[in-house]
């Protein structure tokens, strides 16, 4: 039994026992085999007349962290932004490649950056929508301006209207503002009428979609 903490080269010699080892009150508390009898997978370089390992090769392990009581979605992005934070610094400090994971990270890990998203796929659509029109109406620089802007004005209006409503954003209504955008870039050319009826129906539908 070693009465210090191990050296390196000592660790490496009796990691496949510590893994093995139960923790008991007589002999060893500190026994692995509970705590990380699955933590690690790793290869042991046998020593000499094949006696015992005299190093291991760690491949891949993970480390057990806990959170506070999650209660609502902020909850779990935080507990997600935290654990992330943690992970880059042990990477930082080891070398390693830390990522984290639990269950809850799967779903949440797509608002932590839902910001952004909302900018590059807005910004795409607007590139998108501008380039289309411009082309299917003959090339009229103007005629695609006014649609662009009309169509951007009225997705500054609804994302007005989900912050009056308290509607958070989120991959749907992501989806949805793309999606709305999608739709005008469709019907631009009918654009090409220029009757009161024609930017009703058209002004409709593109607040409360098609009908």
Known sequence: MIATEPNPEEFEAYLEWYLKDNPTVDYCTKG??????????????PGPNNTKASSATIHTSYIMSYHTTCRNSSDFIEAYKQARNLTNMISEISGANVYPY???YVYYEMY??????????LSVCVVAVFVVSFVLLNFNFMAAVIITTTVLMITVNMLGMMYLLDININPVSLVN??????????????????????TARQGGQSQGGPR
């Open 32 to 45: 692995g085999h509970a705590a990380y009898g699955n933590a690690l997978n790793y290869t042991n370089v």
């Open 102 to 104: 639990s269950v809850f």
């Open 112 to 121: 932590v950056d839902m910001i952004n998203q909302v900018a590059i796929n």
């Open 177 to 198: 503002l793309s999606c709305r955008w999608v739709y005008r870039l469709s019907s631009a050319p009918t654009l090409l009428v220029p009757s009161p009826q024609q």
